[in-house]
């Protein structure tokens, strides 16, 4: 009863700001219809609930199964199985993130199908899988992280060349999505299961970070790889947005219920499948064991089930909204401040972050303060929203505008910046774009570039996740520098008191 009590408070306080903000701007500049309202409620509820049962069950199923996993495929002694299994285990783990469905849906909706959900999900998927192979050979042979990054972002610079501006969104969306809620903890635990058998253990403790961050690349590689062999040509794009919209209540939320379902149970099934062959072949549990996870498994299901529900009947659409509204009004300074603000709050209340900071100041032993990572954070991924909103209110402004050189930095300072602190910074992305970035602050954008003349809700609807995902890359990085100095200053310090 604790553990979801828990679960309750770390989603309420991530979800609460979004809220509350709405219900200000309701009251204000941008009065919602109250049948709108009311599901949008409904579905912050829904969204709560679903993702505290879901987080719970990813603590007591899923992450366990990235563990035994990890330690199975370590213990094999066989290059070759690691990189198989790690693979499948890529693919699975990838189509059931909750975030890539999301981003999926929308390239769906907002293509009218061109781009079908599930090309995206199963594309994004081989990325993945093919990236977490890479990740631990990586991590069994040594291959420096910062060697292996440059190589894969300059591959992805290359491509960038011969992506279409409508995948070249997608793609760093998609590299933002999938590295979600269930796919993190699962990557992380995998890992960990294979690096802690290395026998030294500062290589252990670097290793432990930086699977997310390859795994990531993957999903950037495959949707741009996509594009070129498609040879798509150019695809229109538009939002259906009914300001005062349907009076109904209650029937969006059971209309969607039973395809969501059945998605969340195909999404879920290869990885109890794969949970259940390997019990009988590797991980022999005993029966209190195997239970606990099979019931981790099932909140897992009733958790998704939830949480997509109140998404896609209630949540995402006042965002689009509140977007679409808020680029009406004269003055677009309002669009720049509530992008802002949201962008601020959202990463001050995601419970991973503060999971995040807490680790940062425990391996620098105080020396990098929790409260300065957060605070870094939540001002740049304020600022990541704002100028994607700028992006949108200026048609010159493109996304690589944003993204090259952002990337170019970074990769620059991982040769500059304790090594630690480069896989704690490539792989926080997906911490920094949580759920609440792939739902409400995706749907502001969306709604905003429908508004704006000029504006292309594909290419400038998306690309917000990318740049939220960009934030930590730079923060953390700098902050590892600054840890970099500290501790060089203070053996001179030291040395000068001993002389």
Same mark, same amino acid.
């Given at each position: 009863?604790?553990?979801?009590?828990?679960? %309750?408070?770390?989603? =309420?306080?991530?979800? &609460?700001?979004?809220? #509350?903000?709405? @219900?200000?701007?309701?009251?204000? $500049? +941008? !009065?919602?219809?109250?049948?709108?309202?009311?599901?949008? %409620?409904?579905?912050? =509820?829904?969204?709560? &609930?679903?993702?505290? #049962?879901?987080? @719970?069950?990813?603590?007591?199923? $899923? +992450? !366990?199964?990235?563990?035994?996993?990890?330690?199975?495929?370590?213990?094999?002694?066989?290059?070759?199985?690691?990189?198989?299994?790690?693979?499948? @285990?890529?693919?699975?783990?990838? $189509?059931?993130?909750?975030?890539?469905?999301?981003?999926?849906?929308?390239?769906?909706?907002?293509?009218?199908?061109?781009?079908?959900?599930?090309?995206?999900?199963?594309?994004?998927?081989?990325? $993945?899988?093919?990236?977490?192979?890479?990740?631990?050979?990586?991590?069994?042979?040594?291959?420096?992280?910062?060697?292996?990054?440059?190589?894969?972002?300059?591959?992805?610079?290359?491509?960038?060349?011969?992506?279409?501006?409508?995948?070249?969104?997608?793609?760093?969306?998609?590299?933002?999505?999938?590295?979600?809620?269930?796919?993190?903890?699962?990557?992380?635990?995998?890992?960990?299961?294979?690096?802690?058998?290395?026998?030294?253990?500062?290589?252990?403790?670097?290793?432990?970070?930086?699977?997310?961050?390859?795994?990531?690349?993957?999903?950037?590689?495959?949707?741009?790889?996509?594009?070129?062999?498609?040879?798509?040509?150019?695809?229109?794009?538009?939002?259906?947005?009914?300001?005062?919209?349907?009076?109904?209540?209650?029937?969006?939320?059971?209309?969607?219920?039973?395809?969501?379902?059945?998605?969340?149970?195909?999404?879920?099934?290869?990885?109890?499948?794969?949970?259940?062959?390997?019990?009988?072949?590797?991980?022999?549990?005993?029966?209190?064991?195997?239970?606990?996870?099979?019931?981790?498994?099932?909140?897992?299901?009733?958790?998704?089930?939830?949480?997509?529900?109140?998404?896609?009947?209630?949540?995402?659409?006042?965002?689009?909204?509140?977007?679409?509204?808020?680029?009406?009004?004269?003055?677009?300074?309002?669009?720049?401040?509530?992008?802002?603000?949201?962008?601020?709050?959202?990463?001050?209340?995601?419970?991973?972050?503060?999971?995040?900071?807490?680790?940062?100041?425990?391996?620098?032993?105080?020396?990098?303060?929790?409260?300065?990572?957060?605070?870094?954070?939540?001002?740049?991924?304020?600022?990541?929203?704002?100028?994607?909103?700028?992006?949108?209110?200026?048609?010159?402004?493109?996304?690589?505008?944003?993204?090259?050189?952002?990337?170019?930095?970074?990769?620059?300072?991982?040769?500059?910046?304790?090594?630690?602190?480069?896989?704690?910074?490539?792989?926080?992305?997906?911490?920094?774009?949580?759920?609440?970035?792939?739902?409400?602050?995706?749907?502001?954008?969306?709604?905003?570039?429908?508004?704006?003349?000029?504006?292309?809700?594909?290419?400038?609807?998306?690309?917000?996740?990318?740049?939220?995902?960009?934030?930590?890359?730079?923060?953390?990085?700098?902050?590892?520098?600054?840890?970099?100095?500290?501790?060089?200053?203070?053996?001179?310090?030291?040395?000068?008191?001993?002389?």
């Amino acid at each position: 009863m604790n553990a979801i009590t828990d679960k %309750l408070k770390e989603v =309420l306080f991530s979800v &609460l700001p979004i809220v #509350i903000i709405v @219900l200000i701007l309701n009251f204000t $500049i +941008t !009065p919602l219809e109250t049948p709108t309202l009311i599901r949008f %409620l409904i579905g912050a =509820l829904l969204i709560i &609930l679903g993702l505290s #049962i879901f987080l @719970l069950g990813v603590d007591l199923g $899923i +992450t !366990p199964v990235g563990n035994l996993m990890g330690s199975f495929l370590a213990k094999s002694n066989n290059v070759w199985v690691v990189l198989t299994a790690g693979a499948i @285990l890529g693919f699975f783990i990838s $189509i059931a993130e909750p975030d890539l469905h999301i981003l999926a849906g929308q390239v769906n909706f907002v293509t009218s199908g061109v781009i079908s959900k599930f090309s995206i999900v199963a594309i994004v998927s081989i990325g $993945i899988a093919i990236m977490l192979s890479l990740g631990l050979f990586r991590i069994l042979f040594n291959v420096p992280l910062y060697k292996v990054l440059t190589g894969l972002y300059a591959l992805i610079l290359g491509l960038a060349l011969f992506t279409t501006p409508e995948f070249l969104a997608i793609s760093f969306d998609a590299s933002g999505a999938t590295t979600g809620a269930l796919t993190v903890p699962f990557i992380l635990a995998l890992a960990m299961g294979v690096s802690i058998l290395k026998k030294d253990s500062k290589a252990s403790e670097k290793d432990s970070f930086g699977l997310v961050a390859i795994a990531s690349a993957g999903a950037i590689i495959a949707v741009m790889v996509m594009s070129i062999v498609s040879r798509a040509d150019k695809i229109t794009s538009s939002l259906e947005i009914d300001v005062s919209s349907s009076n109904s209540i209650i029937s969006p939320f059971f209309n969607v219920l039973p395809t969501i379902m059945y998605e969340v149970f195909l999404a879920l099934l290869p990885l109890i499948v794969v949970f259940l062959v390997f019990q009988k072949i590797s991980f022999k549990l005993d029966k209190r064991g195997f239970r606990k996870i099979l019931k981790g498994f099932v909140y897992a299901f009733t958790g998704l089930v939830f949480f997509l529900v109140g998404v896609n009947a209630g949540f995402m659409e006042v965002g689009t909204t509140v977007g679409y509204v808020l680029a009406s009004l004269d003055n677009k300074f309002y669009l720049l401040t509530v992008g802002f603000l949201i962008g601020l709050v959202t990463i001050l209340a995601e419970p991973a972050v503060h999971v995040l900071t807490h680790q940062i100041e425990e391996v620098t032993s105080g020396s990098v303060k929790r409260k300065a990572v957060l605070g870094a954070l939540s001002i740049g991924v304020g600022f990541s929203v704002a100028l994607s909103m700028i992006r949108i209110l200026i048609p010159g402004v493109q996304l690589w505008h944003y993204l090259l050189p952002g990337y170019v930095i970074s990769i620059i300072m991982t040769y500059f910046v304790p090594k630690l602190f480069v896989g704690i910074a490539f792989d926080s992305g997906g911490v920094a774009s949580g759920p609440m970035t792939a739902t409400f602050i995706l749907a502001l954008a969306q709604g905003a570039a429908e508004q704006i003349e000029g504006a292309n809700v594909l290419i400038d609807g998306f690309g917000i996740i990318a740049m939220v995902a960009l934030t930590p890359l730079i923060t953390l990085q700098i902050l590892g520098l600054i840890f970099k100095i500290k501790s060089k200053k203070g053996g001179l310090d030291r040395d000068a008191k001993q002389c």
